[in-house]
Nanobody, 121 residues
Framework: QVQLVESGGGLVQPGGSLRLSCAAS????????MGWYRQAHEKQRELVAV???????DYADSVKGRFTISRNDAGNTVYLNMNNLKPEDTAVYYC???????????????WGQGTQVTVSS
């Protein structure tokens, strides 16, 4: 089994900062990309940021310059540093990982349970 456990969500005022963490564990053989998506109320899930095993990163235009994605040295934990938060950043944030398990087969996408981020005064 594979688990992605997120933490770090909460309520923050506009202009504030939060840091999300997501730790992957279980029968993981290798992790390719890890990233974050978000889903606001009555909206589709959208990509926020993603980082590959080689260190490359990509961001949604709406968060460029404000959010930074990173991974730990072991490559099994991904972080999302969010600065200058805006009310429109309010959403449930989901961690995702594209990885291979020791059970065999190709790489698949796994998802965390989501963590709520609310930006409000």
């Amino acid at each position: 089994q594979v688990q992605l456990v997120e933490s770090g969500g909460g309520l923050v005022q506009p202009g504030g900062s939060l840091r999300l963490s997501c730790a992957a564990s279980g029968m993981i053989r290798s992790i390719n990309a890890m990233g974050w998506y978000r889903q606001a109320h009555e909206k589709q899930r959208e990509l926020v940021a993603v980082t590959g095993s080689g260190g490359s990163s990509d961001y949604a235009d709406s968060v460029k310059g404000r959010f930074t994605i990173s991974r730990n040295d072991a490559g099994n934990t991904v972080y999302l540093n969010m600065n200058n938060l805006k009310p429109e950043d309010t959403a449930v944030y989901y961690c995702t990982a594209n990885l291979r398990t020791w059970y065999g087969g190709g790489a698949s996408d796994y998802w965390g349970q989501g963590t709520q981020v609310t930006v409000s005064s």
